[in-house]
């Protein structure tokens, strides 16, 4: 999806503070899935057996990435949408 987004903005000349924004975005979401990822790792490693409060602390760190993705999505839309419209004179 990162690249994606990439050749988005790039196809519909973003400037430069949307540029910015879109790479933030795209930057925190790599991160919590790295998080996230270490995370499980780590869980493996201390305690094999199920243990409900390492299954909480995983939910909650899966939960932190559906939040910064969700975010990057809301906006993609507005970052997208905006260009969009201005390439198709929705607005003027």
Same mark, same amino acid.
């Given at each position: 999806? %990162?690249?994606?987004? $990439?050749?988005?903005?790039?196809? @519909?000349?973003?400037? /430069?503070?949307? #540029?910015?924004? /879109? $790479? ?11 998080? &996230?990822?270490? @995370? ?10 199920? &243990?409900? &409060?390492?299954?909480? %602390?995983?939910?909650?760190?899966? *939960?932190?990435?559906?939040? %910064?993705?969700? !975010?990057?999505? $809301?906006? !993609?839309?507005?970052?997208? *949408?905006?260009?969009? !419209?201005?390439?198709?004179? #929705? #607005?003027?």
């Amino acid at each position: 999806m %990162a690249i994606a987004v $990439i050749v988005a903005a790039a196809a @519909l000349h973003v400037s /430069l503070a949307e #540029w910015c924004l /879109l $790479i933030l975005c795209i930057t925190a979401v790599l991160a919590a899935e790295l998080f &996230n990822t270490a @995370l499980e790792h780590l869980a493996r490693q201390v305690d094999r057996d199920r &243990n409900p &409060n390492i299954g909480a %602390a995983l939910d909650m760190a899966s *939960g932190a990435v559906l939040l %910064a993705a969700v !975010g990057s999505a $809301i906006v !993609g839309v507005l970052v997208f *949408g905006y260009r969009l !419209g201005l390439l198709l004179q #929705w #607005w003027k």
